[in-house]
Structure formats: C-alpha cells, structure tokens
C-alpha cells in the first residue's frame, strides 16, 4: 500500500485531538501523514511534527438562504482544491473526524476512489459525518451506541473508541479509593477555557455544605480569566481549600487524584474521565451542536459512570444536595468509578490506526 495516509478534521480541539492521536500512531509505524484542515485548525501545526499541513476551504451553512449559499460554494471551491491536493498525495486511505472542513476532503476521496473512513467523537452523529456517512467505506464511533446512524450503515460501523492523549492513558492504572474521612480532592474543569456556569454555581454550591464537609474539601477548579478572583473569593470566604486557574498543564494528574469532577461533556472530556476512571456530575452545554453533549453525558449516566444535570437544574442548592449524598455514600463513587472504567478503550487509537490500515489494505 502506499505508505501516506490522509486525516481531515475541523479545527476544534474535540475534532483535531482525536486527529492528533491517530497522526501519532501512525507515524510510529512508519506511515506518513498529512492533515487537511482549515485556519483554526493550522495553529496544531507545531504539535504534529512530520506531518504535512494543507489547507483547504469549507464553508458552516447558517441559518439564513445567504449563509446557506456561501457555505455551499465554498465546499464546492473546497472541494475543487481537495480534489487537485489527493491526485497529488495518491493518500492510500483518507480518515475524516468531523467539523465542515472535513468535508471537501473526505467527498473528494470518496469520488476519487480512495478508501475511506469517518470518526465520530460523540453519541450522536455530528451534521458534517451525516453527510457524509453514505459515501465512506467505514465508520469508527466513539460509543456503543450512536444516534444518528441508519440501520444501512450497521456493516460499517466498529467501535474504536475515541483517542486520547498519551497522559491520559498513562493515568489509566492509578486505582479509584473513595473517600472516607479524609480530604475529598474534587476537580472542576469546563472546556479549554473553563464554563461561566461551573464558576457561578459550584462555588456557591459548596458554600451551602455543613462545615464538616467543606473542611474535608480540596479543591481545583478551571476558570475563565475574568472570573478567577470572584471564584478565589468565595472560596477564601468559607475556609476551603481550592486552587483557581485557567488552565492546568497536568489535568490528567489532577483528575487521577480526583476523587469526584463536575465538567462539561464534550467528547474528549468523557473519553478521559472513562480511562482514567473517574466519577463524574455532568453540566451539558445546551448549545453544544445537536445537543451531542447531553447525548454524550446520558450515555456515561446510563452505564452508572455519571450524574447528569441539566443547565436549568444545575443550581447552588441542587448541586450541594447532590454532593452531600454522594460524599455520604462513597460506595456510589465507587462504582461510577467502575462503570467509567468498564467503558474505556485506552488503546483506540491504535484501533483506528488497524482499521484505517484494513480498510486501505483491504481496497487494495
């Protein structure tokens, strides 16, 4: 087979780590690879060392009759310029993760004959891989089950997983111990930039524990720059420990030592809580694209490896009243923690990588 393999992602992280993680296995067995994305996605150049950059044009249809026809004609300007870029390459499989930048490329492959293959990160099929499921010889999901797929596409379909970063994998074997009556490590992580809702609320929340219980509590919460010192102040004011920042280098550490986390459930979020086995209350951004986050967020709580709680429910008394139960019964987090763990695939990245590589071996 020839030995380059093309990936096409959106340039979001939940769409580029998962690209990220196949380009790595990939180039560890010696195949090369080239990444197809759009202008958010080239600032993951410097992460992707020997791989090939292109990119190419992809429009996100709005709502309205004009934002529609732009979008269409710049997939189809897109989809001129990936047509031109995989005669060159002669890719021997192109891999496809989401976002309307994917798009040109994987229609192009798909009409050029190259074998191809979609990953879904969510349980629920993104609009970019709906389109585009029809045309693509595989489709490797993230979940068991994943809403959106036809009863035609079942053939094609096998559960990878989804690909996370190596740090997290190396966390995967640090055993779960529920609290007893020591120090309760709790983690409060919200997307890259962290969640205005988690730093509103969780503060207050715990503010509301009986004063043995905060005294117990250790705290590391993610923040917006803006709200880190209302975040701060409220923990300074009711004695409990916490650390407040936007950004923590060694989240996967962090989480490992957690003994509860309270985040958002986008795909990447639910894929490391799961490897590393970890007990969650989950908050759904109620804007997140076909609402995939609750999906993602349902389906842990289904296995028993995680609370839900919707933005609306998700208030100060709620949450504390929700705590308060879970740290009285640490046998709960202890098997949210198992059930996290039963659904991990720590190794899917080197799934896709043997399924891209069938799949391209296979065609040939």
């Not at 997307?191 to 929340?205: D, E, N």
């Amino acid at each position: 087979m020839s030995a380059l393999v093309v990936l096409a992602a959106g340039g979001t992280g939940g769409h580029m780590f998962p690209a990220e993680a196949l380009a790595g296995e990939l180039v560890g067995r010696g195949v090369a690879v080239a990444l197809v994305t759009d202008k958010r996605g080239q600032a993951f150049d410097n992460r992707l060392p020997g791989v090939a950059l292109h990119r190419v044009r992809a429009g996100r249809p709005g709502t309205g009759i004009g934002s529609k026809l732009l979008a269409f004609c710049e997939i189809a300007l897109g989809l001129v310029a990936a047509r031109r870029l995989l005669r060159r390459l002669a890719p021997a499989a192109a891999v496809g993760f989401g976002g309307y930048p994917s798009v040109p490329t994987m229609m192009a492959a798909s009409g050029l004959g190259v074998p191809t293959v979609i990953h879904e990160q969510n349980a629920r099929l993104g609009r970019a891989n709906r389109w585009l499921a029809p045309r693509m010889r595989r489709i490797a999901t993230s979940f068991a089950h994943v809403d959106g797929l036809r009863d035609a596409d079942r053939t094609r379909i096998v559960e990878t997983g989804n690909p996370v970063r190596p740090a997290v994998v190396a966390e995967g074997g640090v055993p779960y111990a529920a609290p007893a009556m020591g120090p309760i490590g709790l983690l409060v992580i919200g997307g890259s930039q962290g969640a205005r809702i988690l730093s509103a609320v969780v503060p207050a929340a715990l503010a509301l524990l009986p004063s043995e219980l905060k005294a117990r509590l250790s705290v590391a919460q993610q923040a917006r720059p803006e709200d880190i010192d209302a975040v701060r102040s409220t923990y300074a004011a009711n004695g409990i420990r916490a650390e407040v920042a936007s950004f923590f280098a060694d989240a996967p550490v962090r989480m490992a030592r957690a003994h509860l986390v309270i985040s958002r459930s986008g795909a990447s979020s639910v894929a490391e809580l799961c490897v590393i086995g970890r007990p969650a209350i989950l908050v759904p951004y109620r804007y997140a694209a076909d609402d995939h986050q609750t999906a993602n967020a349902e389906a842990l709580a289904a296995a028993g490896a995680a609370w839900v709680m919707d933005e609306d429910a998700f208030t100060p008394p709620a949450l504390a009243q929700r705590l308060e139960t879970l740290f009285a019964q640490p046998e709960l987090l202890t098997a949210a923690a198992g059930a996290a763990r039963s659904l991990a695939r720590p190794d899917a990245a080197r799934r896709l990588a043997d399924l891209v590589l069938q799949t391209a071996g296979g065609a040939r």
